[in-house]
DNA sequence: CGACGAATTGAGCGGCATCAATACTTGTGG
DNA sequence: CCACAAGTATTGATGCCGCTCAATTCGTCG
């Protein structure tokens, strides 16, 4: 098999794919770039016209408000589809930096379009997965609203577990995070000192452990209640989409 | 003209619809179904397969904790795209609620399977506006994660304001919020009695007047330099879309 | 007029932020 | 291979923003 598409890999997790449709996805990976760990790939409130396939490495959005303060909006692993906002925005709403060194295959809106006016099931496809990541978002807005840090700790940590797991079959209780606490702390809106206050607390409690950068589940029940968390990846069901 | 679609005028704000596809989403707006204040509409947890689009009124969704609170996720109005988290769940993530006397058009997923493949235009114009609801989940991320209670107010405010304006080309400083105080809280995340505090100041700084349920914006400006609020809906572009 | 939900206001408290100091880790150049 | 520098983690002390509890007041609808 030649250069596979990250992006095709990850939708026929949902539902298969036709050769064609394939091929057509493979396409918009033909220009991977590699970028260091710290690069900013896309800065906020800059004119854009391109989107992103995430083939290897980590990738943050975020926004940074006028006081300085920053938060995270979402991590991304390969296979993800990045800067879908610039379908709709000339300027970008967030920024994107890479967390580790990455791959990423930059394309065209352009090319995009081609690729939904041809491939009609791939756009109800994104469609799709665009809803995926709004329900996503949601579920964190709930977190950030109306609980409390050690909930949202929890809550983060198996969203990163359960997304991870998606596409890597070797986890089964542990995994790199590859975040600073701070980042931590960007992302579910604390700072970074009550961001270790709660995972040493946790650490005590034996909801978890860690060794260098890996961070290890010893209770997913219990965090799952401690977090309100609910795995949504269990009950998708695209089952009614258009037949290829 | 006979009853035409809310959804298609929706959608025409942003792109020119051909006949063909206008037809086609006024079919989805057959069966009209009137719902009292305070009714749900879609219950979380529950299984669905239905879709709506809001004609008239004021629709919220929202998800309640273990504990008992709630988060509101997304306040509606009429020519929304409701529920399309069930395109994607078996069952529904979040309930809806009518925040008052509303008229809702459900229709089956299956219909929708059926416009998305006759009308391949039409589902990358859904995906580009469930792009644009996730950029604003994003806004609000931002908001309860790293801004005051005082700023979560104002910013919540201003984005009512803005997004009724998209529709209703009367409102010029004023609006009808409908909402409760408490519902404005679980929104942004905040007490209701932490609410009323902030609005009180904010009536008392000359930011905004209130008369009745109408809130009127004395300060725009102020308001969202205190919001660290970016109205979106200016620099959408959508003109790169397939043409009809 | 009565009743119930919503708004308003006060008192007190607690969770998380802030500030600050110290240890640890990692990468870099000599 | 060591030494330093810079970033990250850890811990303590203190303070404030927003929550909780509770008591009125206001508004609206039957």
Chains 1, 2 share one sequence.
Not at 185 to 204: C, F, Y
Request: glycine fraction near 4%; charge should be neutral; proline fraction near 4%.
């Amino acid at each position: 098999m030649v250069a596979t598409s990250c992006f095709a890999e990850q939708l026929t997790r949902h539902v298969p794919l036709s050769d064609a449709e394939k091929t057509a996805l493979t396409k918009l990976e033909e220009n991977p770039r590699k970028i260091k760990r710290g690069a900013m790939i896309q800065r906020a409130n800059e004119p854009i016209t391109e989107l992103f396939v995430l083939r290897e490495g980590r990738v943050m959005s975020f926004v940074i408000l006028p006081d300085g303060s920053r938060q995270i909006l979402r991590v991304y692993f390969p296979g993800d589809f990045i800067g879908s906002a610039s379908t709709i925005y000339s300027r970008a709403p967030e920024s994107l930096v890479a967390l580790s060194d990455a791959v990423v295959c930059p394309f065209d809106k352009h090319a995009l379009r081609r690729l939904l006016e041809e491939h009609p099931r791939v756009a109800a496809l994104l469609f799709l997965l665009s809803n995926a990541e709004r329900v996503s978002m949601t579920d964190r807005l709930a977190s950030l609203g109306r609980t409390s840090a050690k909930a949202r700790v929890a809550a983060f940590l198996l969203d990163m577990f359960h997304r991870l797991r998606v596409t890597d079959d070797n986890i089964k209780d542990s995994f790199e995070l590859k975040l600073t606490q701070e980042e931590i702390g960007d992302s579910i809106g604390l700072t970074s000192v009550h961001v270790n206050r709660m995972i040493r607390q946790m650490e005590q409690e034996g909801l978890i452990s860690r060794s260098n950068g890996r961070i290890t589940l010893l209770d997913v029940e219990r965090l799952e209640d401690i977090g309100h968390y609910t795995n949504r990846h269990k009950d998708m069901d695209l089952d009614w989409l258009p037949a290829s």
